[in-house]
Every structure is written in C-alpha cells, then in structure tokens.
C-alpha cells in the first residue's frame, strides 16, 4: 500500500479520538464566552445559508455539464434570468442584514467595559452580591494579580467566587500583551501606561488556563496562568491560604519581580503597598519616574517650560530596567505649576497632601514650605 494511501486511513482511524479533545472555547464555563459562542454559532450557520448551496451548485454544474454528458441542454445565448437575479441578491443582502443586526446588538451587549447584568440565562444578579474587582498586570513574561479589596496578590494564579461578577482592571509593565481566559470570556489587551476592562463571571466550578494571546518575546510561550473557579467556601479558604503563606509585595519587590522572566512559579502576597497599581499604571513605581497623571496635569496647564526638560527621562522608563538596574538615576522634574490663577486666600498655593507628603522637593520650596509659595515651579 502506497504511504500517502496509509497517512490518509492513519488520519481517519485517530480522527474519532479527537472528541475526547475539550473544546472549551464552544464549551466555556463563565456566561460571557458562553454567549460569545452562540454568536459564533449563529453567525456560523447564517454564512453557511449561502455557502453550502453554492458549493453544492458548482459541483452540480460541473457533474451535470460535463463533456462526456450529450443530454444536457446548453444555451450559448442565454445571458439573463429576473428570477434567478433576485434569489442571488435578496438571499445574501438578507444575511448580511441579519449579520448585520446580530453584531451590532452583540457588540454593545458583549463589551469588555459593559457592567455584567446577568450571571447567566434567566439569572438575573442579585442585589446582594458584591462584585469582586481583579487588578492584572501582565509583566515579563509572566502576570500579577491584585486583589484591592483583600489586600493580597498572586503570581501566576488567580481565583473567583462562582456567579459573582468580575470587574478586571487590565494594564501592562513594559510591552503590549493580550488577557485570555478561554473558558470566561474573550481576551482584551494590555498595554503599558494604558488601563483596559473586562467583566466577567465564572458559572462551573474547575481550573481553567489563561495566557496571553499577544506576541511579547523570547517568553511568550511560557506566559500561562491558572484560573480557579470557587464556591464560597473554597474562594475563602484560598484567600486565607494567600494570607497565610504569601510574603509582603511592595514597591521594591515588585521592581525585582518586574524584571524579565520564564516559567515562573505561583507565588502568593499577604499584603500589597498601598496604590502600586495606580503607581504600575502612571508608571511611576520607580521614585526617580515621572507619574503619567501629572505629567497630564501640566500638560492641561499649558506645559512647564524650561524646568521640565528633565521630563524627558520618563520616556526612558525601561532602559534602566534593561541595563539590569532597579532605581534610575535620581534627578529633579517638573511636578506642579503655582499660578495665581490657583491662589488660595492670600495669595498662598497649597499642594496636595498625598503630592507634599510622598516625596522630598527641590528649589526653594521645601515640603510644609509649600503653602507659602506664590508662585513658581515644583521640582520632585
């Protein structure tokens, strides 16, 4: 028997074996994917209206009209049917507005930024339950998950309630990566400086993979993670798992975790610093950095001149990181603009606390000192 003869009978004998594969992405286990395959179903069978019909009536042409067949009638001067010319174009424009109707609807109902407004077919949310917001950070090459409400975090894992909605706040370290829980919902990217929704919910209980979707180097491939599905008493029992066993994730942990790495092991944070999301997300974890939100804020005031020609470093923000340093060089940037226009009584500027209090500052106002400027320029 011929090799190719065998390749081709081998391939049908293993092709039965193949159902035991799991399909998760036409068999999820949250009700966002679940409704997204519908929509692949539905959109499915719409096309294949036309499809199947037209490859079924070109090998039927073709078989009817052959040359070896003397009894088929052939017309050379026919060039034009009313009848055939409205099944060719009323068919494919009524599935195209059916297409149509079904995306645009699906499109606003499925968005990633949409509040949840069911947990399942026939089940609405109710008034009780309280979603569970989810900070994600997808770093090199491996992802960070916080979680604001228990102050605790993880590596590479992450774990829900069952049918309690998930708000997932999504941002990126250094490049452009892609979120992906098949069997929750469709994957959303996440980019540096950038913060990215998804709502979400997990309905059956299990482990489920997530990666990224998103080329991002020489780890990608390696850039998995478990999502656990939970009862109550199970989600409980791993967040006091976390507190117990995790060590303490703060801002200079996270610049050493930060740096790149592979096939990193699940790792639990009994306690997670104050606002290092906010910080990862401005880009700001380093002191020396420049937050993104301030540098918006001059922007917003009209620029800060000659004294914010520092601000240049912060477009530098990786290549310390690069170099395998964790701090940068430390020099002075354009924090804030005293106007008298943003006079308070007196003519005295008062500087926020959370900005007066988290730095020391250089020039001629110094920390407490800063209610008697009039004006001028803040360097951090």
């Known amino acids: 028997m011929h090799p190719k003869t065998v390749g081709r009978l081998f391939a049908f004998v293993v092709l039965p074996l193949m159902s035991g594969c799991n399909m998760v ?13 519908d929509l692949i ?13 037209v490859i079924f009536l070109t090998l039927f042409f073709a078989w009817k009209y052959r040359q070896s067949n003397t009894e088929a ?29 079904i995306t645009w ?29 989810v900070e994600v950070v997808a770093l090199d090459w491996k992802w960070l998950f916080i979680y604001p409400e228990y102050g605790i975090a993880s590596l590479n894992e992450m774990a829900a309630p069952l049918d309690v909605p998930i708000n997932f706040k999504i941002t990126a370290s250094s490049v452009m990566n892609s979120f992906y829980i098949p069997a929750l919902a469709g994957q ?67 610049q050493e975790l930060e740096q790149p790495s592979e096939k990193e092991p699940v790792r639990y944070y009994s306690a997670v610093d104050g606002g290092l999301y906010d910080a990862i997300l401005n880009m700001c974890v380093d002191p020396s950095k420049m937050c993104m939100k301030e540098m918006a804020m001059i922007d917003a005031g009209g620029g800060g001149g000659k004294e914010s020609a520092n601000t240049v470093l912060r477009l530098t923000y990786d290549r310390e990181r690069k170099w395998g340093a964790i701090n940068g060089q430390s020099r002075p940037f354009l924090l804030s603009q005293c106007t008298p226009e943003g006079a308070g009584p007196g003519g005295s500027v008062v500087l926020p606390p959370q900005s007066r209090s988290s730095f020391p ?11 008697q400027v009039s004006s001028g320029t803040i360097l951090r």
Not at 74 to 85: A, G, I, N
Not at 86 to 100: E, T
Not at 225 to 251: C, E, I, M, N, P
Not at 361 to 371: E, Q, R
């Open 25 to 37: 992405v036409m068999s999820p286990s949250g009700d966002i994917a679940r409704q997204q395959a």
């Open 41 to 53: 179903l539905v959109s499915t069978a719409l096309m294949l209206i036309i499809i199947v019909p």
């Open 73 to 101: 009638h052939y017309d050379p001067e026919w060039s034009h049917s009313t009848r055939l010319e409205v099944v060719i174009w009323s068919a494919p424009l009524a599935i195209i507005i059916a297409l149509g109707a």
């Open 105 to 133: 609807m699906s499109t606003h109902k499925l968005d990633p930024y949409r509040p949840l407004d069911r947990i399942g077919a026939d089940r609405p949310i109710a008034a009780n339950v309280k979603p569970l917001t």
């Open 188 to 254: 959303i990217y996440a980019m540096p400086g950038m913060e990215t929704r998804l709502h979400a919910v997990i309905n059956k209980p299990g482990d489920y993979e997530g990666l990224s979707t998103n080329f991002s180097g020489r780890g990608f491939s390696h850039m998995r993670f478990t999502f656990k599905g939970l009862d109550k008493t199970g989600f409980d029992a791993w967040v006091a798992s976390v507190r117990q066993k995790g060590t303490s994730l703060t801002r200079t942990a996270y």
């Open 361 to 371: 500052f250089l020039g001629k106002a110094k920390n407490d000192d800063l209610s």
